[in-house]
Protein backbone atom coordinates (compact mmCIF):
# COMPACT_ATOMS: atom_id res chain seq x y z
CA UNK A 1 0.00 0.00 0.00
CA UNK A 2 3.14 2.24 0.52
CA UNK A 3 3.98 2.05 -2.90
CA UNK A 4 0.53 2.46 -3.82
CA UNK A 5 0.63 5.71 -2.19
CA UNK A 6 4.21 6.93 -3.57
CA UNK A 7 3.33 6.42 -6.51
CA UNK A 8 0.32 8.46 -6.47
CA UNK A 9 2.18 11.11 -5.01
CA UNK A 10 4.96 11.18 -7.68
CA UNK A 11 2.14 11.23 -10.29
CA UNK A 12 0.44 13.94 -8.47
CA UNK A 13 3.44 15.94 -8.48
CA UNK A 14 4.05 15.34 -12.34
CA UNK A 15 0.78 16.40 -13.07
CA UNK A 16 1.09 19.33 -11.17
CA UNK A 17 3.88 20.30 -13.09
CA UNK A 18 2.80 19.65 -16.76
CA UNK A 19 -0.45 21.26 -15.78
CA UNK A 20 -0.41 24.45 -13.32
CA UNK A 21 -3.69 25.29 -11.34
CA UNK A 22 -5.89 26.30 -13.57
CA UNK A 23 -5.08 24.70 -16.45
CA UNK A 24 -6.66 21.56 -17.88
CA UNK A 25 -4.03 20.19 -20.27
CA UNK A 26 -6.14 20.32 -23.39
CA UNK A 27 -5.29 22.72 -26.15
CA UNK A 28 -7.61 25.10 -27.86
CA UNK A 29 -10.11 23.46 -30.33
CA UNK A 30 -11.88 25.99 -32.25
CA UNK A 31 -14.64 24.42 -34.77
CA UNK A 32 -16.45 26.49 -37.64
CA UNK A 33 -19.36 25.19 -40.16
CA UNK A 34 -22.26 26.76 -41.91
CA UNK A 35 -23.01 26.77 -45.47
CA UNK A 36 -20.98 29.54 -46.86
CA UNK A 37 -17.23 30.99 -45.30
CA UNK A 38 -16.58 28.46 -43.48
CA UNK A 39 -13.23 28.32 -45.15
CA UNK A 40 -12.33 32.46 -44.76
CA UNK A 41 -13.02 32.09 -41.49
CA UNK A 42 -11.10 28.91 -40.39
CA UNK A 43 -7.91 30.53 -42.32
CA UNK A 44 -8.27 33.67 -40.38
CA UNK A 45 -8.75 31.81 -37.27
CA UNK A 46 -5.56 29.78 -38.19
CA UNK A 47 -3.34 32.94 -38.83
CA UNK A 48 -4.58 34.93 -35.46
CA UNK A 49 -3.75 31.89 -33.44
CA UNK A 50 -0.32 31.58 -35.69
CA UNK A 51 0.33 35.41 -34.91
CA UNK A 52 0.05 34.68 -31.13
CA UNK A 53 2.91 32.49 -31.11
CA UNK A 54 0.98 29.18 -31.51
CA UNK A 55 1.69 25.86 -33.74
CA UNK A 56 -1.79 25.80 -35.16
CA UNK A 57 -3.21 22.98 -37.04
CA UNK A 58 -5.83 23.28 -39.28
CA UNK A 59 -8.42 21.39 -41.32
CA UNK A 60 -10.23 22.53 -44.14
CA UNK A 61 -11.55 21.72 -48.04
CA UNK A 62 -8.04 23.00 -49.00
CA UNK A 63 -6.47 20.27 -46.87
CA UNK A 64 -4.66 19.94 -43.79
CA UNK A 65 -2.04 22.35 -42.57
CA UNK A 66 0.57 22.18 -39.77
CA UNK A 67 1.93 25.63 -38.52
CA UNK A 68 1.48 26.76 -42.22
CA UNK A 69 2.62 23.61 -44.14
CA UNK A 70 0.44 21.78 -46.34
CA UNK A 71 0.38 17.84 -45.89
CA UNK A 72 -2.54 16.83 -47.89
CA UNK A 73 -4.48 18.57 -50.36
CA UNK A 74 -7.59 16.79 -50.97
CA UNK A 75 -11.30 18.07 -48.69
CA UNK A 76 -10.15 17.82 -45.12
CA UNK A 77 -13.37 19.07 -43.85
CA UNK A 78 -14.33 15.88 -41.95
CA UNK A 79 -13.33 14.60 -38.57
CA UNK A 80 -10.45 11.86 -39.80
CA UNK A 81 -8.63 14.73 -41.27
CA UNK A 82 -9.18 16.63 -37.90
CA UNK A 83 -8.26 13.44 -36.15
CA UNK A 84 -4.68 13.55 -37.70
CA UNK A 85 -4.39 16.82 -36.38
CA UNK A 86 -5.48 16.30 -32.82
CA UNK A 87 -3.04 13.56 -32.54
CA UNK A 88 -0.14 15.54 -33.53
CA UNK A 89 1.98 16.16 -30.28
CA UNK A 90 3.23 19.58 -31.54
CA UNK A 91 -0.30 20.90 -32.26
CA UNK A 92 -0.72 23.58 -29.43
CA UNK A 93 -4.10 25.00 -31.42
CA UNK A 94 -6.56 23.42 -33.88
CA UNK A 95 -8.63 24.87 -36.24
CA UNK A 96 -11.42 22.95 -37.78
CA UNK A 97 -13.34 23.31 -40.62
CA UNK A 98 -16.42 20.79 -40.13
CA UNK A 99 -18.52 19.53 -43.33
CA UNK A 100 -22.10 18.95 -43.25
CA UNK A 101 -20.72 14.73 -44.58
CA UNK A 102 -18.56 13.85 -41.58
CA UNK A 103 -21.04 15.01 -39.30
CA UNK A 104 -23.42 12.25 -40.85
CA UNK A 105 -21.07 9.94 -41.00
CA UNK A 106 -19.18 9.62 -38.18
CA UNK A 107 -19.92 12.64 -35.83
CA UNK A 108 -17.27 15.01 -34.60
CA UNK A 109 -13.73 14.28 -33.99
CA UNK A 110 -13.66 15.49 -30.52
CA UNK A 111 -15.32 15.50 -27.30
CA UNK A 112 -15.53 18.94 -26.66
CA UNK A 113 -14.52 22.74 -28.33
CA UNK A 114 -13.47 25.55 -26.84
CA UNK A 115 -15.19 27.71 -29.95
CA UNK A 116 -17.89 26.55 -32.28
CA UNK A 117 -18.34 29.15 -35.21
CA UNK A 118 -21.48 28.98 -37.44
CA UNK A 119 -21.44 31.85 -40.49
CA UNK A 120 -25.00 30.80 -41.92
CA UNK A 121 -27.69 28.57 -43.41
CA UNK A 122 -29.26 30.79 -45.92
CA UNK A 123 -30.52 28.51 -48.74
CA UNK A 124 -28.75 25.60 -47.45
CA UNK A 125 -26.20 23.90 -49.99
CA UNK A 126 -25.99 20.00 -50.52
CA UNK A 127 -29.46 19.27 -49.70
CA UNK A 128 -30.57 16.06 -50.92
CA UNK A 129 -27.56 13.95 -49.70
CA UNK A 130 -27.78 11.77 -46.71
CA UNK A 131 -31.37 12.02 -45.78
CA UNK A 132 -31.25 15.79 -45.53
CA UNK A 133 -34.08 17.48 -47.44
CA UNK A 134 -34.36 20.89 -46.22
CA UNK A 135 -32.23 24.06 -44.72
CA UNK A 136 -33.75 23.33 -41.73
CA UNK A 137 -32.74 19.75 -41.25
CA UNK A 138 -29.21 20.95 -42.80
CA UNK A 139 -29.43 23.75 -39.24
CA UNK A 140 -30.22 20.53 -37.17
CA UNK A 141 -26.65 18.93 -38.26
CA UNK A 142 -24.46 22.00 -38.16
CA UNK A 143 -26.04 22.28 -34.92
CA UNK A 144 -24.09 19.13 -33.75
CA UNK A 145 -21.06 21.82 -33.22
CA UNK A 146 -22.49 24.06 -31.12
CA UNK A 147 -23.85 21.03 -28.88
CA UNK A 148 -20.05 20.29 -28.73
CA UNK A 149 -19.01 23.38 -26.98
CA UNK A 150 -17.61 23.03 -23.37
CA UNK A 151 -19.53 24.57 -20.63
CA UNK A 152 -16.50 26.84 -20.01
CA UNK A 153 -16.62 27.43 -24.45
CA UNK A 154 -18.23 29.90 -26.85
CA UNK A 155 -20.35 29.72 -29.81
CA UNK A 156 -20.63 32.42 -31.98
CA UNK A 157 -23.89 32.53 -33.98
CA UNK A 158 -24.92 34.61 -36.86
CA UNK A 159 -28.01 36.42 -35.35
CA UNK A 160 -29.42 37.35 -38.87
CA UNK A 161 -30.08 34.10 -39.62
CA UNK A 162 -33.64 32.21 -38.78
CA UNK A 163 -31.69 28.88 -38.52
CA UNK A 164 -28.22 29.89 -36.69
CA UNK A 165 -29.76 32.50 -34.04
CA UNK A 166 -32.27 29.57 -32.14
CA UNK A 167 -29.01 27.42 -31.87
CA UNK A 168 -28.15 28.90 -28.88
CA UNK A 169 -30.82 27.61 -26.97
CA UNK A 170 -28.45 24.02 -27.09
CA UNK A 171 -25.17 25.64 -26.71
CA UNK A 172 -23.61 24.46 -22.45
CA UNK A 173 -20.99 27.49 -22.94
CA UNK A 174 -21.83 31.14 -23.55
CA UNK A 175 -22.83 32.86 -26.67
CA UNK A 176 -21.45 35.72 -28.89
CA UNK A 177 -23.56 36.90 -31.70
CA UNK A 178 -22.67 38.53 -34.74
CA UNK A 179 -24.99 40.94 -37.42
CA UNK A 180 -23.45 43.24 -40.10
CA UNK A 181 -26.90 45.98 -38.21
CA UNK A 182 -26.08 46.38 -34.65
CA UNK A 183 -29.63 47.24 -34.14
CA UNK A 184 -30.58 43.25 -35.18
CA UNK A 185 -33.86 42.30 -32.37
CA UNK A 186 -31.71 39.08 -31.34
CA UNK A 187 -28.04 40.85 -31.00
CA UNK A 188 -29.75 43.63 -29.15
CA UNK A 189 -31.66 41.67 -26.78
CA UNK A 190 -28.86 39.61 -26.17
CA UNK A 191 -26.94 42.91 -25.23
CA UNK A 192 -29.59 43.90 -23.13
CA UNK A 193 -28.73 40.71 -21.07
CA UNK A 194 -25.29 41.71 -20.97
CA UNK A 195 -24.00 39.12 -23.92
CA UNK A 196 -21.06 39.56 -26.01
CA UNK A 197 -22.02 40.83 -29.81
CA UNK A 198 -20.16 41.81 -32.66
CA UNK A 199 -21.16 44.06 -35.83
CA UNK A 200 -20.53 46.62 -37.86
CA UNK A 201 -21.59 50.39 -37.36
CA UNK A 202 -19.94 53.74 -38.99
CA UNK A 203 -17.54 52.08 -40.69
CA UNK A 204 -16.00 50.23 -37.98
CA UNK A 205 -16.15 46.57 -36.51
CA UNK A 206 -17.28 46.94 -33.33
CA UNK A 207 -17.44 44.45 -29.94
CA UNK A 208 -19.19 44.72 -26.97
CA UNK A 209 -20.19 43.28 -24.06
CA UNK A 210 -23.61 44.90 -22.56
CA UNK A 211 -23.49 48.65 -22.64
CA UNK A 212 -20.13 48.57 -23.40
CA UNK A 213 -17.37 48.22 -26.11
CA UNK A 214 -14.57 46.11 -25.49
CA UNK A 215 -12.86 46.80 -29.20
CA UNK A 216 -13.48 49.33 -32.39
CA UNK A 217 -11.65 48.52 -35.65
CA UNK A 218 -12.14 50.73 -38.76
CA UNK A 219 -12.86 48.57 -41.37
CA UNK A 220 -10.49 50.33 -43.72
CA UNK A 221 -7.53 48.58 -41.62
CA UNK A 222 -9.40 45.07 -42.86
CA UNK A 223 -8.02 44.91 -46.54
CA UNK A 224 -10.48 40.96 -46.20
CA UNK A 225 -13.53 43.37 -46.34
CA UNK A 226 -12.13 46.09 -48.86
CA UNK A 227 -12.89 49.04 -46.95
CA UNK A 228 -16.09 47.41 -45.59
CA UNK A 229 -17.55 47.22 -49.22
CA UNK A 230 -18.05 43.36 -49.41
CA UNK A 231 -20.51 42.67 -47.57
CA UNK A 232 -20.17 39.09 -47.21
CA UNK A 233 -16.64 39.28 -46.21
CA UNK A 234 -17.20 42.09 -43.49
CA UNK A 235 -20.27 39.11 -42.10
CA UNK A 236 -16.58 36.52 -42.21
CA UNK A 237 -14.80 39.14 -40.12
CA UNK A 238 -17.20 39.69 -37.89
CA UNK A 239 -17.49 35.92 -36.95
CA UNK A 240 -13.35 35.86 -36.66
CA UNK A 241 -13.44 38.44 -34.32
CA UNK A 242 -15.99 37.00 -32.19
CA UNK A 243 -13.99 34.10 -32.41
CA UNK A 244 -10.51 35.35 -30.92
CA UNK A 245 -12.32 37.43 -28.58
CA UNK A 246 -13.79 34.04 -27.15
CA UNK A 247 -10.38 32.83 -27.37
CA UNK A 248 -9.09 35.49 -25.17
CA UNK A 249 -6.62 36.64 -27.44
CA UNK A 250 -5.38 39.95 -26.84
CA UNK A 251 -6.56 42.84 -28.70
CA UNK A 252 -3.24 43.95 -30.47
CA UNK A 253 -3.44 40.36 -31.99
CA UNK A 254 -7.01 40.73 -33.62
CA UNK A 255 -5.68 44.04 -34.73
CA UNK A 256 -2.58 42.58 -36.25
CA UNK A 257 -4.44 39.45 -37.60
CA UNK A 258 -7.43 41.45 -39.34
CA UNK A 259 -4.98 43.90 -40.95
CA UNK A 260 -2.68 41.32 -42.42
CA UNK A 261 -5.06 38.49 -43.66
CA UNK A 262 -6.49 39.64 -47.38
CA UNK A 263 -8.15 38.18 -49.84
CA UNK A 264 -4.96 37.07 -52.00
CA UNK A 265 -4.59 33.64 -54.00
CA UNK A 266 -2.16 32.74 -51.02
CA UNK A 267 -3.79 33.47 -47.97
CA UNK A 268 -7.74 32.85 -48.99
CA UNK A 269 -7.65 31.21 -52.64
CA UNK A 270 -11.13 31.23 -54.78
CA UNK A 271 -12.26 33.60 -51.81
CA UNK A 272 -13.34 36.34 -53.93
CA UNK A 273 -9.84 36.68 -55.14
CA UNK A 274 -9.38 40.05 -57.32
CA UNK A 275 -6.63 40.21 -60.47
CA UNK A 276 -6.41 42.86 -63.14
CA UNK A 277 -5.43 41.52 -66.44
CA UNK A 278 -4.98 43.48 -69.46
CA UNK A 279 -7.71 46.00 -68.36
CA UNK A 280 -10.54 43.42 -67.24
CA UNK A 281 -10.84 43.10 -63.35
CA UNK A 282 -11.14 38.79 -62.55
CA UNK A 283 -12.64 37.50 -59.66
CA UNK A 284 -11.43 34.20 -58.44
CA UNK A 285 -14.54 32.48 -56.11
CA UNK A 286 -15.31 29.06 -55.40
CA UNK A 287 -18.96 29.70 -54.07
CA UNK A 288 -21.29 26.79 -55.51
CA UNK A 289 -24.59 27.63 -54.19
CA UNK A 290 -27.77 30.21 -54.70
CA UNK A 291 -27.04 31.86 -51.24
CA UNK A 292 -22.75 32.07 -52.24
CA UNK A 293 -23.67 33.15 -56.08
CA UNK A 294 -25.67 36.04 -54.93
CA UNK A 295 -23.60 37.24 -51.84
CA UNK A 296 -20.56 37.24 -54.90
CA UNK A 297 -22.89 38.95 -57.16
CA UNK A 298 -23.46 42.09 -54.45
CA UNK A 299 -19.66 42.54 -54.42
CA UNK A 300 -19.58 42.38 -58.09
CA UNK A 301 -21.20 45.42 -57.49
CA UNK A 302 -18.76 48.11 -56.42
CA UNK A 303 -16.68 47.45 -59.46
CA UNK A 304 -16.88 49.89 -62.72
CA UNK A 305 -17.57 47.38 -65.52
CA UNK A 306 -18.86 47.24 -69.02
CA UNK A 307 -19.75 44.28 -69.47
CA UNK A 308 -20.23 41.18 -67.00
CA UNK A 309 -18.60 37.45 -67.87
CA UNK A 310 -18.95 34.88 -65.84
CA UNK A 311 -17.39 30.95 -65.72
CA UNK A 312 -19.37 28.44 -63.98
CA UNK A 313 -20.25 24.86 -63.07
CA UNK A 314 -21.78 23.00 -60.33
CA UNK A 315 -20.80 19.00 -59.19
CA UNK A 316 -23.43 17.08 -60.46
CA UNK A 317 -24.43 15.32 -57.00
CA UNK A 318 -26.37 19.05 -56.20
CA UNK A 319 -30.41 18.99 -56.94
CA UNK A 320 -31.81 20.27 -60.10
CA UNK A 321 -33.81 22.94 -58.95
CA UNK A 322 -30.28 24.50 -57.30
CA UNK A 323 -28.78 24.05 -60.63
CA UNK A 324 -31.96 25.62 -62.48
CA UNK A 325 -32.16 28.45 -59.82
CA UNK A 326 -28.29 29.31 -59.67
CA UNK A 327 -28.82 29.82 -63.46
CA UNK A 328 -31.14 32.14 -62.98
CA UNK A 329 -29.41 34.48 -61.33
CA UNK A 330 -26.53 34.02 -63.89
CA UNK A 331 -28.55 34.84 -66.31
CA UNK A 332 -30.35 38.01 -64.55
CA UNK A 333 -26.68 38.95 -63.87
CA UNK A 334 -24.82 38.89 -66.42
CA UNK A 335 -24.19 39.45 -70.03
CA UNK A 336 -22.55 36.16 -70.93
CA UNK A 337 -22.00 33.24 -69.68
CA UNK A 338 -19.75 30.19 -69.88
CA UNK A 339 -21.34 26.65 -68.79
CA UNK A 340 -18.53 23.97 -68.03
CA UNK A 341 -18.67 20.21 -66.99
CA UNK A 342 -15.43 18.29 -65.84
CA UNK A 343 -14.85 14.92 -64.12
CA UNK A 344 -17.24 15.65 -60.65
CA UNK A 345 -20.51 14.48 -63.45
CA UNK A 346 -21.13 12.10 -60.19
CA UNK A 347 -23.07 9.78 -61.82
CA UNK A 348 -25.17 12.61 -64.48
CA UNK A 349 -24.95 12.14 -67.94
CA UNK A 350 -22.74 14.43 -70.03
CA UNK A 351 -24.10 17.74 -70.79
CA UNK A 352 -26.88 17.27 -68.16
CA UNK A 353 -25.40 19.50 -65.79
CA UNK A 354 -24.96 22.32 -68.14
CA UNK A 355 -28.51 22.04 -69.72
CA UNK A 356 -29.67 22.54 -65.89
CA UNK A 357 -28.38 25.59 -66.13
CA UNK A 358 -29.42 26.73 -69.25
CA UNK A 359 -32.82 25.71 -68.17
CA UNK A 360 -32.46 28.77 -65.62
CA UNK A 361 -30.47 31.00 -67.83
CA UNK A 362 -32.93 30.91 -70.67
CA UNK A 363 -35.17 33.03 -67.99
CA UNK A 364 -32.69 35.22 -67.25
CA UNK A 365 -33.70 38.91 -68.60
CA UNK A 366 -29.88 40.13 -68.95
CA UNK A 367 -27.63 37.25 -70.37
CA UNK A 368 -26.91 37.40 -74.03
CA UNK A 369 -24.39 34.97 -74.87
CA UNK A 370 -24.40 31.73 -73.45
CA UNK A 371 -21.33 28.77 -74.31
CA UNK A 372 -21.13 25.29 -73.04
CA UNK A 373 -17.68 23.94 -72.94
CA UNK A 374 -16.29 20.58 -71.60
CA UNK A 375 -13.67 21.23 -69.27
CA UNK A 376 -12.87 23.84 -66.87
CA UNK A 377 -9.09 24.54 -68.85
CA UNK A 378 -11.15 25.30 -71.88
CA UNK A 379 -13.85 27.44 -70.53
CA UNK A 380 -11.31 29.29 -68.67
CA UNK A 381 -9.06 30.11 -71.49
CA UNK A 382 -12.24 31.38 -73.19
CA UNK A 383 -13.38 33.26 -71.02
CA UNK A 384 -9.21 35.09 -71.17
CA UNK A 385 -9.91 35.20 -74.53
CA UNK A 386 -13.06 37.02 -74.18
CA UNK A 387 -12.48 39.36 -72.20
CA UNK A 388 -11.59 42.77 -72.86
CA UNK A 389 -10.68 46.28 -71.47
CA UNK A 390 -13.25 47.15 -68.74
CA UNK A 391 -14.66 43.64 -68.08
CA UNK A 392 -15.61 42.16 -65.07
CA UNK A 393 -15.28 38.37 -65.25
CA UNK A 394 -16.12 35.98 -62.29
CA UNK A 395 -14.33 32.76 -62.65
CA UNK A 396 -16.15 29.87 -60.59
CA UNK A 397 -12.65 28.13 -59.57
CA UNK A 398 -14.17 24.72 -58.42
CA UNK A 399 -10.46 23.12 -58.93
CA UNK A 400 -9.11 25.87 -56.82
CA UNK A 401 -5.43 24.96 -57.33
CA UNK A 402 -5.17 24.33 -61.04
CA UNK A 403 -7.45 27.20 -61.80
CA UNK A 404 -5.43 30.04 -59.77
CA UNK A 405 -1.95 27.92 -61.08
CA UNK A 406 -3.48 28.64 -64.50
CA UNK A 407 -3.94 32.12 -64.36
CA UNK A 408 -0.42 32.61 -62.98
CA UNK A 409 1.08 30.67 -65.30
CA UNK A 410 -0.72 33.22 -68.37
CA UNK A 411 -0.03 35.79 -66.31
CA UNK A 412 3.85 34.73 -66.53
CA UNK A 413 4.09 34.17 -69.66
CA UNK A 414 2.85 37.36 -71.58
CA UNK A 415 -1.05 38.78 -70.37
CA UNK A 416 -0.10 41.83 -67.89
CA UNK A 417 -1.24 42.17 -65.19
CA UNK A 418 -2.91 45.95 -65.08
CA UNK A 419 -3.64 48.09 -62.39
CA UNK A 420 -7.35 47.44 -60.90
CA UNK A 421 -10.31 49.47 -61.51
CA UNK A 422 -10.95 51.22 -58.48
CA UNK A 423 -14.24 49.94 -56.12
CA UNK A 424 -17.38 52.74 -56.67
CA UNK A 425 -20.58 52.46 -54.99
CA UNK A 426 -23.06 50.83 -56.96
CA UNK A 427 -26.02 52.66 -58.75
CA UNK A 428 -26.97 54.23 -61.92
CA UNK A 429 -25.12 55.46 -64.33
CA UNK A 430 -22.47 53.07 -63.95
CA UNK A 431 -21.39 51.31 -67.48
CA UNK A 432 -23.14 48.76 -68.98
CA UNK A 433 -23.10 46.05 -72.06
CA UNK A 434 -24.82 47.22 -75.22
CA UNK A 435 -28.43 45.29 -75.24
CA UNK A 436 -27.07 42.39 -77.50
CA UNK A 437 -23.32 40.82 -78.06
CA UNK A 438 -21.44 39.18 -80.72
CA UNK A 439 -21.92 35.89 -81.47
CA UNK A 440 -18.97 33.43 -80.81
CA UNK A 441 -18.30 29.66 -81.91
CA UNK A 442 -19.30 27.44 -79.47
CA UNK A 443 -22.82 29.84 -78.42
CA UNK A 444 -25.39 27.70 -77.70
CA UNK A 445 -28.54 28.12 -79.66
Not at 246 to 253: E, H, R, V
Not at 273 to 284: E, K, R
Not at 338 to 360: C, K, N, S, V, W
Request: net charge neutral; glycine share 14%; with cysteine.
Amino acid sequence: MGTVGTGQGVAEALLDTWFPAGENGRIPVAAVSGTNGKTTVTRLLTHALTLSGLHVGMTCTDGIYLAGRRIDTDDCAGPQSARLVLLNPQVEAAVLETARGGILREGLAFDACDLAVITNIGEGDHLGLGGIETAAQLAQVKQTLVRGVAPWGTAVLNAADPLVAPMARQCRGSVLYFARDGRHPVLMKHRRRGGRVAYAADGHLVLAEGRQEAARIGLDQVPLTRGGRILFQVENVLACAGGMWALGLPWDTVRRALGTFGGDTDKSPARFNVLGINGATVVFDYGHNPSALLATIAALGNFTHHRRIAVYSAAGDRRDLDMIRQGEILGSHFDQVILYEDHYTRGRRPGEIMALFRQGLDSGGRVAQIQAIHGWRDAVEAALWAAQPGDLLLIQADQIDETVAFVRERLAIGQTAQGLPGIVAAGPGRPRAPDTLPDAPGTVS
